[in-house]
C-alpha cells in the first residue's frame, strides 16, 4: 500500500480484478437507461495524487467508474503524483469549472494544506466540495515484547518513558503519524517517530519487535492480531471495527474525542455551478449504495460514505483544522 495510507499491502488479485473492471467501464460500457447522457459528450476526468493501484486510485475508478456510468458518461483518471497529492489538486483547480474535471481529495489534502511548503491549493477557495466516498481508520497495534496489553498501559508506559518510545511511520505527513501524534498530543506523550519508505519493510520490523509501536492500516496486521503476533490495543475511528469488536476505539480506552479517520472524496474548481454539483453528488451517492462497490470497497478496508457536498464541506474544515493543530504542536511543519 502507498504511504498515503500507511504500510502493508492489497491483494495483487483483487487490484486485477478492479483495474480490469473498470477497464470495462472505461472501454465504453453502455449506460443505465435511466442515465441522463451529458450533451458534451466529454467524460468525467477524476484526478488522483497518488499512484495506480493505492487506495485513492482504486477508489476512484470503482466508485467513479459506476457515478460516470450513471451519469451516461465515461471516466478518465489520471494520476499526477507528488507533493503529498497537492500538484493533483492544483491541476483540478486550474481547470474548466464545467463538472467534467475533478479531484479525488483525501485526507492528505487536508493535512498538506498546512504541511505543503511550495504549493498552495485551499479548499472552499480553489476547490468546492462535491461528495464524500468512502471512509477507514487505522489499528494501534504492538509487539508483544514491549509488555503493555491496553492502551492505557501504553501511555503510562509513553509518560514514563518522554522520547524514549519509538513508533513506526510510513512517512512524515502520513497517516500512521498523523495518529501517533494526534495520540501523543492528546495523552500528553513523547513517542518519536522513525519513518519508513515502504510498508514491507515497516510490516517486517513489526513482526521481528525491532520497532514495537504502530498505527497500522487493520487489513495488513489483521491475521497477526489474531495469531497474537502482534497485540490490537484500540482502533482510531469513532466505532469499532466490525473484524474486531472486542478492540475498543482509542477514544473508549481513555482519550474521549479521539476521531483520526482517513477518508477519500471528490471536489471540483471554484465555480462549478450548483446543479453540476448536486448532479454528481447524486450519481455518487446511488453508486456508492451498489452492492458490488461496497464489496469493492470492503475489500480495500473501507465502508462507504454517503454524503452531500454540505456535508463533505463542514466535515473537510474541521479535519483540516484538526491536523493544522496537530502539525503545528508536533513541530511536523518545521522538519
Known amino acids: 500500500m502507498p504511504k498515503e495510507w500507511g504500510s502493508g499491502g492489497r491483494a495483487a488479485g483483487f487490484r486485477l480484478l478492479a483495474a480490469c473492471l473498470v477497464a470495462g467501464m472505461a472501454a465504453g460500457m453502455p449506460a443505465p437507461a435511466q442515465a441522463q447522457s451529458d450533451p458534451s459528450g466529454k467524460p468525467i476526468r477524476i484526478i488522483v495524487g497518488f499512484a495506480a493501484g493505492g487506495p485513492s486510485d482504486i477508489i476512484a475508478r470503482i466508485v467513479g467508474g459506476k457515478t460516470a456510468e450513471m451519469l451516461g458518461q465515461q471516466l478518465v483518471v489520471e494520476n499526477k503524483t507528488g507533493a503529498g497529492g497537492m500538484i493533483a489538486a492544483e491541476t483540478v483547480a486550474r ?49 508483544p515484547s514491549l509488555g503493555v496489553k491496553t492502551m492505557a498501559e501504553l501511555i503510562a508506559l509513553a509518560k514514563s518513558k518522554p522520547g524514549e518510545l519509538l513508533y513506526a511511520s510510513a512517512g512524515r505527513g502520513s497517516a500512521t503519524h498523523l495518529c501517533a501524534e494526534t495520540f501523543n498530543l492528546m495523552a500528553g506523550t513523547k513517542m518519536l517517530p522513525v519513518h519508513y519508505r515502504g510498508g514491507a519493510e515497516t510490516l ?6 525491532q520497532m514495537k509501536i504502530m498505527f497500522s492500516s487493520i487489513a495488513p496486521v489483521q491475521e497477526l492480531v489474531r495469531q497474537g503476533r ?80 454540505e456535508d463533505f464541506d463542514a466535515f473537510y474544515r474541521v479535519e483540516r483544522d484538526k491536523y493544522a493543530k496537530v502539525i503545528r504542536a508536533s513541530g511536523m511543519d518545521k522538519e
Open 204 to 209: 517486517k520490523d513489526l513482526i521481528s519487535g
Open 95 to 143: 481547470s474548466e469549472p464545467d463538472g467534467h474535471t475533478l479531484s479525488n481529495t483525501a485526507t492528505s489534502i487536508a493535512v498538506n494544506e498546512t504541511l505543503s511548503k511550495t504549493i498552495r491549493v485551499e479548499f472552499g477557495k480553489d476547490l468546492v466540495a462535491v461528495a464524500p466516498q468512502a471512509e477507514t481508520a487505522n489499528m494501534l497495534v504492538v509487539h
Open 230 to 309: 502482534l497485540i490490537g490495543l484500540a482502533v482510531t475511528g469513532p466505532k469499532r471495527d466490525r473484524t474486531f469488536p472486542d478492540v475498543p476505539t482509542v477514544a473508549e480506552a481513555g482519550l474521549p474525542g479521539y476521531d483520526v479517520r482517513f477518508w477519500v472524496g471528490l471536489s471540483a474548481p471554484r465555480g462549478t455551478p450548483p446543479a453540476v454539483i448536486k448532479r454528481i453528488e447524486a450519481a455518487n451517492n446511488k453508486a456508492l449504495q451498489l452492492p458490488e462497490v461496497q464489496t469493492a470497497l470492503a475489500a480495500q478496508g473501507f465502508s462507504p460514505w454517503i454524503g452531500t457536498a
